[in-house]
């Protein structure tokens, strides 16, 4: 676990007012990191001033830059620009100072830990004058909760088994009652703030005499009221599918978990053409008896007027409803006896993907 952190740049900017007479110069504007201990308020003409950087800055010229008061009551230019040392920002906590790498003398880093973590070290670290932090960066550590207590009646069931006396920030666990009652809550944790669950009373629970499914039936089932996990199990009628879990279970609230659903299946609504369905492209007449199940797709061929060509275009069935590309035009009975060859399912199909069809409602499947 990282400490999070905010990055606190300082930023000096120096402003000197340059006091100007005749025979006199002013302290001589200085920019930020020029050593500005020494300095006067008020120098004669000729005299002569040498500037330095102070601590924890570096000058941009080696050899030290001296400066004259002129007789225009000025000072003489100078090259010396000093620029803050830098702190390198430890690796891992990049990330936090949006990618920087090193940070400027004073510069302060912030340390916090997320919640359920506590912090071990310093909660800041500063940039010192020769480029090291006056903290190292700290861990976050996890806080610890006491061990949980067991519900009277029942036990605790861990997830991953526990050593020591105490647990941490994030383990949980599961309540679990003598049979047949059943816990008013099953999970539990340590928190954030160092708490743990407070055990939950074991209590006898019912669930109603479970009921049936439309298209389906209960394939295993007491017709009696239930207890605390107890199971009843549901299947579809034939060419139905199910959806959901074919198994309820009798809950700690006294409801069942919810029962699956049944999903019909739908006849391909065609009286003449060539579906590509089940891996086979094949003519109407010969899909026996006409029907696909939910969730299962079937292609239609269109025609590319303009290429001349034929695209496919699928269809998926959705309990009960299998819709029929607007771009799919039936032949009539002459034309399907007479010139089936011609049809957009037997001529060439087109190369690239067809034309966009704006009376295409489905997406197109090669
Ligand atoms: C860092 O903490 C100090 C003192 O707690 C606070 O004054 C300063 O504003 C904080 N800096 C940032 C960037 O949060
Ligand atoms: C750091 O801890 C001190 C007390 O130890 C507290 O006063 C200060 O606000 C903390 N600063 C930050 C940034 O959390
Ligand atoms: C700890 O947090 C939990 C949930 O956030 C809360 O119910 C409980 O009262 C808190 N306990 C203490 C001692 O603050
Ligand atoms: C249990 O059923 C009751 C109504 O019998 C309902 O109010 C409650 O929300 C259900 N609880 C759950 C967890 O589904
Ligand atoms: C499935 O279709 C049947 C009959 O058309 C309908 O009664 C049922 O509500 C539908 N199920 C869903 C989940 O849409």
Known sequence: ???????????QVALYTTVTSKKVCGRPSITEGI???????????????????EQ?????????????????????????????????????????????????FRSVLNFTCDDG???????????????????????????????PSPPRDGRIVHNKPITGSTTTYGQSWTYECNPPKAPSYERGSCMANGSVTEPPVCRDVSCPIPVGIPNGIITFAVMRQHGYKEKVKYACNEHYVLEGE?????QNTGNWSSKPVCRAPCTVG????????????????????NRVLHGEHVVFYCLNRAEECGY???????????????????????????????????????????????????????
Request: net charge positive; with cysteine; glycine share 4%.
């Open 35 to 53: 050593d500005k201990a020494t300095l006067k308020r008020v120098y004669e003409v000729g005299e002569e001033v040498t500037l330095t950087c």
């Open 270 to 289: 065609i009286k003449r053409g060539r579906i590509f369905y089940n891996a086979k492209k094949l003519w109407i007449a010969d899909l026996k008896p």
């Open 312 to 366: 496919p275009v699928a269809s998926t069935c959705n309990n009960g409803t299998l819709p029929i590309p607007e771009c799919f035009e039936e032949p009539g009975r002459v034309e399907y006896t007479l010139k089936a060859k011609s049809l957009p399912s037997e001529i060439t199909m087109c190369a690239a993907s067809p034309p966009a069809s704006p009376t295409s409602p489905t997406a197109r499947s090669a």
């Open 246 to 250: 074919a198994e309820i279970q009798c």
């Open 56 to 104: 924890g800055y570096m000058p941009s010229v080696a050899n030290p830059q001296r400066i004259t008061c002129t007789a225009t009551g000025e000072w003489t230019q100078s090259n010396l620009a000093c620029s803050p040392k830098m702190c390198p920002i430890p690796r891992p906590l990049q990330p936090l100072a949006m990618g920087r790498t090193e940070a400027p």
């Open 117 to 147: 973590y506590v912090i071990q070290g310093a909660n800041h670290s500063r940039c010192l004058h020769d480029g090291t932090w006056s903290n190292p960066a700290p861990l976050c550590k996890a806080v610890n909760c006491r061990l």
């Open 1 to 11: 676990m990282a400490p999070t952190l905010a990055l606190l740049l300082l930023c």
